[in-house]
């Protein structure tokens, strides 16, 4: 409990009413605990200045190849919590610029949020290194060159 009130938790998407068993546990999480909101789906120009407002951001998505909220927090030099499932995981090296939990393991997701919640101090380090990933793997520089590439081997 300790911990819990240490976290700010914010819940950002659609809640896909087709599924509502979690619909209605998300909607009883919000009104239980003091720190757990839930905000809908928004802009991309409202999801880059909420990207800029936060300290971690987590990506527990069970399959999602290439998740661009998660190259947006990388380009903002956030440190990154994803799931093994998550595209971007091929790029995280364990605490040096970003974390990888297995998909659905709950308790290994806490371990790294305690661990994160413990070394406040090692957020911004992890963060440039994240953003190193993406100039290295995302930019629009890096982007272009390789559809470059791609075009040019399809013209040959």
């Not at 947006?72 to 364990?94: P, Y």
Request: aromatic share 8%; with cysteine.
């Amino acid at each position: 409990m300790d911990i819990r009130t240490k976290l700010k938790v914010v819940f950002v998407g659609r809640l896909d009413e087709s599924d509502m068993i979690y619909v209605n546990k998300i909607k009883i999480l919000q009104s239980q605990i003091d720190n757990f909101e839930w905000i809908p789906e928004m802009t991309q120009e409202k999801l880059n200045r909420f990207i800029q407002c936060i300290d971690v951001l987590v990506c527990p998505s069970r399959d999602d190849p290439m998740p661009i909220v998660v190259t947006q927090a990388m380009m903002h030099e956030k440190v990154c919590v994803i799931s093994e499932n998550v595209g971007q995981a091929e790029f995280i090296k364990q605490a040096v610029n970003g974390f990888v939990f297995p998909n659905e393991d709950p308790r290994t997701l806490m371990s790294i949020l305690v661990w994160l919640l413990e070394n406040k101090n090692r957020h911004s380090m992890i963060g440039k290194a994240s953003r190193e990933i993406y100039k290295n793997e995302f930019s629009e520089n890096i982007m272009e060159q390789r559809l470059s590439l791609i075009i040019n081997e399809l013209l040959r």
